[in-house]
């Protein structure tokens, strides 16, 4: 595979989804990119769309995933080269396990060299304290560890395996060497699934009204939200309406293109991540 095009990929992909009938202006460059470094996984997650023991069944795997292939250095460099004068926000993996890519140093290095900022989602098995320290060192914005589980049992059901303690552990020992310092910001994420649903750390009543303030702008109730200036410039959410969508951009890092002939189907009692559902009154929190 030789160096990537990234602008031509962005154009092919826009006028490929987008009906004729509209005309959207694409930037020359994303706001986010997202580096796919490797294209395979240490784990078979059972709700894994990609790796699950289901779908690696030979009949099922897709032909793409059947040979690991990872991204060369050179291939990264490339597309750094090209893109950092646009200064994009990076992600360093779509939907396979980033920490195993063999580029994975390097790019965190790139990422940081270009002076963009970077983040990444991982399963935290194999984050040791050589990676730690590089995250650490090159003052990487930010890491989501995805666990999903607060017991070996839950974890089995939703990783496949059952080492919680050695997570915890990769949690831990990330967080002590960052120490004081401002970044790596660390998240460790948890979605809600059936089977996971009555481990949630508080329970299921208490968290919604955490998560209706949080949606509504209401930080200064949530004690754990005070300290956080992550998501400050959500106050004053920017709408513009072009070409038969409403844009909405509730913070620097996302902006949702709603297709406005469609807006009706917006269930209003549901979780809102635009911050204009349905609130109910919290008086009591
Ligand atoms: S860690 Fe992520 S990519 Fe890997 S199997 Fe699980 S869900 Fe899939």
Known sequence: MGPLNLKDMANRTVQHQVPENVKLKHADCPDIVRLELTNTCNLACP?????????????????????????????????????????????????????????????????????????????????????????????????????????????????????????????????????EKKTPRVGVTFVETDYNYHEIVWNGERMNKLRDLHNSGRWDEIPFCQPCDYWVETFDMKEEERDGFLIRNPSPYTTFYNVKSRLDNWNKDLHDRQGTGKTRDHSDI
Do not use: W
């Not at 894994?48 to 690991?68: D, I």
């Not at 990872?70 to 080269?81: K, P, S």
């Not at 900022?117 to 995805?146: C, M, P």
């Open 47 to 179: 709700h894994c769309r990609h790796h699950s023991k289901e779908k690696r069944k030979p009949e099922n795997y897709s032909p793409y995933y059947k040979t690991p292939i990872d991204m060369t250095e050179d291939q990264v460099a490339a597309i750094f080269d090209e893109v950092a004068p646009y200064k994009p926000s990076v992600t360093l993996n779509v939907a396979n396990e980033p920490l195993i890519a063999h580029t994975f140093p390097f790019a965190v290095r790139k990422v940081k060299e270009c002076g963009l900022s970077g983040t990444f989602n991982t399963n935290g098995v194999t984050l040791d304290r050589k990676i730690a320290q590089l995250l650490v060192d090159v003052e990487y914005d930010s890491v989501n560890i995805s666990i999903d589980a607060v017991t070996p049992e839950t974890l089995k059901l939703a990783r496949g395996i059952t080492r919680l303690d050695h997570l915890i552990k990769n949690v831990e020992m990330l967080l002590e060497i960052r120490g």
